[in-house]
């Protein structure tokens, strides 16, 4: 079953506007975390941001942050005044914390973002 | 700081032809992993290791194997390649894989097409 949804495949956004992407997650875990990671075209992975889940604040880091909502199951990136540079693939990843898992990380299937000016 | 370096980046097989992918990093990580990347599929885990000496399967195991050679050192390989196995290949790291606010850190990537 799919643990990490991301419902918007591709979105647009003009350069200097905030853009939100949508995670949802599924675990029956009291015990993980949430990260986001962008890939620019030219392939490398780029850690962004990370939120655990007894975290009572929500995760920032510069331009982006996270919008954590536990009882949703919901962990959006928020990326305030977008930049060209911000044109990417961006994934949802989320670590349960049981042995079994082995600390792996599942990946949403990804959502293309293309800022324009 | 080399970080995760993947080896080869571009690789062209042929159907039934064998090739090893490998992965060596450079931060005294315990766990290792080897995810594949299909469009619109996100990334998936095929293998891991939690530590020195150990493996399992991820989701997608099918057609590989893998050995952790020591602690730096985790290569996948295709034993008799098909053109499914079409895709990008990632190697990544992480600290102690049983943590859960540890990042994983990713190689650049082996780009593999299968004809």
């Known amino acids: 079953a799919q643990k990490i949804t991301q419902t918007q495949p591709g979105m647009f956004v003009q350069e200097k506007e905030a853009v939100t992407l949508d995670c949802t997650y599924d675990?029956?875990?009291?015990?993980?975390?949430l990260f986001w990671y962008k890939q620019p075209s030219s392939g490398e992975m780029i850690f962004l941001i990370y939120?655990?889940?007894?975290?009572?604040q929500n995760a920032t880091e510069g331009r982006y942050s996270l919008n954590f909502q536990k009882a949703r199951k919901s962990a959006n990136l928020v990326i305030s005044a977008s930049q060209l540079g911000d044109s990417a693939m961006y994934f949802c990843?989320?670590?349960?914390?049981?042995?079994?898992?082995?600390?792996?990380?599942?990946f949403g299937a990804g959502t293309q973002v293309v800022v324009t000016p | 700081n080399a970080g995760v370096t993947q080896t080869p980046k571009f690789q062209v097989l042929k159907t039934g032809q064998s090739m090893t992918l490998q992965c060596a990093q450079d931060?005294?990580?315990?766990?290792m992993y080897w995810y594949r990347q299909d469009p619109g599929m996100g990334l998936r885990l095929i293998y891991y290791?939690?530590?020195?000496?150990?493996?399992d399967k991820g989701e997608v195991p099918n057609g590989y194997n893998v050995s952790r050679l020591n602690k730096r050192e985790f290569s996948l390989r295709l034993e008799s390649a098909a053109p499914s196995q079409t895709s990008v290949y990632f190697c990544?790291?992480?600290?102690?894989?049983?943590?859960?606010?540890?990042?994983?850190?990713f190689g650049q990537g082996t780009r593999l097409t299968v004809v």
């Open positions: 990544a790291s992480s600290e102690q894989g049983a943590r859960i606010n540890t990042e994983a850190f």
């Open positions: 675990t029956s875990d009291q015990s993980y975390g």
């Open positions: 939120q655990g889940s007894y975290d009572e």
């Open positions: 990843a989320m670590r349960e914390a049981r042995i079994i898992s082995w600390g792996k990380l599942q």
């Open positions: 931060m005294n990580h315990n766990s």
């Open positions: 290791s939690a530590s020195e000496g150990t493996t």
